[in-house]
């Protein structure tokens, strides 16, 4: 693209703006999230400086774009579907769909362990789902507290 530092600064400003309005975000919000300070989004907002790689990767992550985007480095504004050509005749694989698939694989072995009923797996599946895309803190509790819950049965 061979952009500027000062050309990729504006375009992060406005992207950054762009990527708020779609996920209906404040800043105060997106700071919150992200674990980022609300001088760092605005300073980046208001064109001052470019944050350090590590918080563009949250920042990204938060607003659910992707970080080369969110930079300027790039015009792709959401993760590839990754492709395994011969593996799969040709076609894409949505590695998202390949990681909720395993991880409600996981979550069901889980819950079985702990003696959760089956007919309850389901919600208990979209619960850490929800935890997981609203970037809720409470996530690694929750799967803390099911493997506990597994363990626990396992023993008995």
């Not at 504006?10 to 674990?35: H, V």
């Not at 659910?64 to 579907?81: A, H, I, M, Q």
């Not at 007919?119 to 609203?134: A, G, P, S």
Request: aromatic fraction near 4%; charge should be negative; charged fraction near 30%.
């Amino acid at each position: 693209m061979g952009r500027t530092t000062k050309q990729r600064l504006e375009i992060a400003s406005e992207r950054l703006m762009e990527a708020l309005r779609d996920a209906r975000m404040s800043q105060a919000d997106l700071a919150k999230q992200s674990g980022i300070g609300e001088d760092v989004i605005s300073n980046l907002k208001r064109k001052l400086y470019m944050p350090k790689h590590e918080k563009m990767i949250r920042l990204a992550e938060t607003l659910g774009v992707e970080e080369n985007w969110l930079n300027g480095s790039t015009d792709e504004k959401t993760r590839p579907v990754l492709s395994f050509g011969r593996l799969t005749g040709g076609q894409g694989i949505d590695v998202k769909l390949l990681l909720e698939a395993k991880l409600k694989h996981d979550v069901e072995d889980l819950a079985q362990a702990a003696g959760i009923p089956k007919e309850e797996w389901n919600d208990v599946f979209e619960t850490v789902m929800l935890m997981i895309y609203c970037h809720d803190p409470e996530t690694r509790a929750a799967l803390k507290r099911l493997a506990y819950l597994s363990s626990k049965h396992e023993q008995d």
